[in-house]
C-alpha cells in the first residue's frame, strides 16, 4: 500500500511542478496576449495580429500539456483499478470462506434433527429447512464461479502492471481449480436435498479448508506487498 501511494505522489508533484506548472504559464501568456489584442483593436496585422497569434499558440500548448496530464491521471487510476481488483478477490474468496462455514455449522444443526431419518418422514418444516440450505449452497458455488472467471480474466490486465499480482491471482485460481472447490460445493448441495447430511458436511468442511488455502495464496502476496 504504501510503495503504490508514494508512487501515485510522486507522480503528482511530477504533474504540478511539470506540465501543472507549464499549464499556468501557458495560460497566463494567453491572457496578457489577449488582453493586448483587444488594446490594439483586433487587427490582423501589427502588434493586435501577433497576440492573436501569440493567444493561439499559447492555447495550443496548454492543450498538449492538459492532453498529458490527462493521460497521467488515467494510467494513475488504471493502476490503482487493478490493485483494487486484486485486493477485491482477497475479500471475496475471505467472505465466501466464511459464508461457507456459517452454512457448515447451520447444515449440521439441521443434520442433528434430521440425520438417520428419510426424506419423506421428515416435518415440513425440516424439509423446508433442507431446501434453503440446500439453495444457499448452491448460491455459494456459483458465486466461487463468477469470483474463478473474473480472476481468469484480470490476470491478463495484471501480467504487464504487477507480474507478482498476476501470478498470485493465476495461482489462487488454478489451485482453486485443481481442487475443484466448486464441484465439491454442489456435491454438498446434493447431500443437502437428499438429506445426506453426514456426506453434506464433510464437502462442506471441505471447501471451508480449501477456500481458506486459497485465501492463504492471496494473503502471502498481500503480505509481500505491504
Do not use: C
Not at 142 to 167: F, I, N, W, Y
Request: no cysteine; proline share 1%.
Amino acid at each position: 500500500v504504501q510503495r503504490r501511494m508514494e508512487a501515485v505522489l510522486v507522480e503528482i508533484d511530477r504533474l504540478a511542478a511539470g506540465e501543472l506548472a507549464a499549464i499556468a504559464r501557458e495560460l497566463t501568456a494567453a491572457i496578457k496576449s489577449a488582453q493586448t489584442a483587444l488594446d490594439g483593436g483586433g487587427a490582423k496585422d501589427g502588434p493586435a495580429g501577433e497576440s492573436s497569434r501569440a493567444v493561439a499558440a499559447a492555447l495550443k500548448a496548454a492543450g498538449a500539456d492538459q492532453d498529458r496530464v490527462i493521460v497521467s491521471l488515467e494510467n494513475m487510476l488504471a493502476e490503482l483499478g487493478r490493485w483494487d481488483s486484486f485486493r477485491r478477490f482477497h475479500r471475496e474468496i475471505g467472505q465466501l470462506s466464511r459464508e461457507q462455514k456459517e452454512l457448515a455449522d447451520r447444515t449440521a444443526e439441521i443434520g442433528r434433527r434430521t440425520l438417520t431419518r428419510e426424506l419423506q418422514d421428515l416435518a415440513p418444516q425440516e424439509r423446508a429447512d433442507l431446501v434453503v440450505a440446500a439453495r444457499q449452497q448452491f448460491d455459494l458455488a456459483q458465486r466461487l464461479a463468477r469470483v474463478e472467471l473474473q480472476m481468469e480474466q484480470a490476470v491478463g490486465e495484471l501480467r504487464e502492471s504487477d507480474p507478482l499480482a498476476a501470478q498470485a491471482v493465476s495461482d489462487a485460481v488454478s489451485r482453486s481449480r485443481e481442487l475443484a472447490i466448486g464441484g465439491g460445493m454442489r456435491s454438498a448441495r446434493s447431500a443437502i436435498e437428499a438429506n445426506r447430511m453426514g456426506e453434506a458436511i464433510g464437502r462442506q468442511q471441505q471447501a471451508v479448508e480449501q477456500l481458506r488455502e486459497i485465501l492463504d495464496i492471496l494473503a502471502n502476496r498481500r503480505e509481500h506487498e505491504l
